[in-house]
């Protein structure tokens, strides 16, 4: 039988491995090992670090384009982190799970994880990611075909991302930027003008309830 001091020294030379290839720039860790660290992080009942790990794995199962196992992983994942209270890690895989969806052309199941981003973003204080969430609710609308719905929501996100000094843009859909400005230059200025300056203003409630389910 393998003892827990057994499996706690096999995890931590897989994860000082994992540094190590994260300080290095080697991609060597596999979709495998890395499913084995997450594991092994379970059993030994460090559920912060399996969820993390696991929504590590998550990530890259998504970057193999295989957003449908990845959806499974962050649901494993995000059951590890909410059951230790680990909020702000919650808050992000609600937000990748979102992103995991659309790129699955789930879009309502996308609203729904991004939506549950903004809460919990909003609940642990973070302007960065409740308008990295916000941007994930614009580009379901875009998908949905709602653009001037869309182009409001970015507008209150872009407000979000410059009070914590960051850009528009997020790594799981580098195009959305360029989505965005394409659906902008859809819209005659006068109008465009005057939804981007009310959007700006909106608080995250009030631009929730713009991506409500309805036409």
């Known amino acids: 039988m393998i003892s827990d001091w057994t499996l706690w020294l096999e995890w931590f030379i897989k994860s ?37 790990a696991q929504s590590f794995l998550a990530q890259m199962t998504f970057a193999q384009g295989d957003p449908g196992t990845a959806s499974t992983l962050y649901r494993e994942a995000l ?3 909410e059951a230790v209270g680990d909020y ?31 809460h919990a973003y909003e609940g642990v204080g ?15 609308e875009a998908a949905l ?20 000094g960051s850009v ?5 859909d580098p195009g959305v930027a360029d989505r965005i400005a394409a659906l902008k230059a859809s819209i005659p200025k006068g109008t465009l003008d ?9 608080t995250a409630a009030e631009a929730l309830a713009m991506a409500a389910d309805q036409p």
Do not use: K, N
Request: charged residues 20%.
């Open 79 to 81: 059951a590890m982190l």
């Open 145 to 164: 075909g709602r653009s001037e719905r869309a182009v409001a929501i970015a507008a209150a996100a872009e407000a979000f991302l410059a009070r914590a």
């Open 126 to 140: 973070s302007a960065r990611g409740t308008g990295q969430a916000l941007l994930g609710l614009s580009a379901v």
């Open 194 to 202: 005057g939804l981007v300056a009310r959007a700006r203003t909106l």
């Open 168 to 172: 528009v843009a997020h790594p799981m």
């Open 16 to 52: 000082l491995v994992l540094i190590l290839g994260l300080l290095t720039g080697f991609a060597y860790l596999t979709w495998y090992e890395r499913r084995a660290l997450a594991r092994i992080q379970v059993r030994i009942g460090d559920h912060e670090g399996g969820g993390v």
């Open 88 to 118: 702000p890690e919650v808050a992000r895989v609600h937000c990748e799970m979102g992103w995991t969806a659309l790129a699955a052309s789930h879009p309502r199941a996308a609203r729904e994880s991004f939506r549950r981003a903004v």
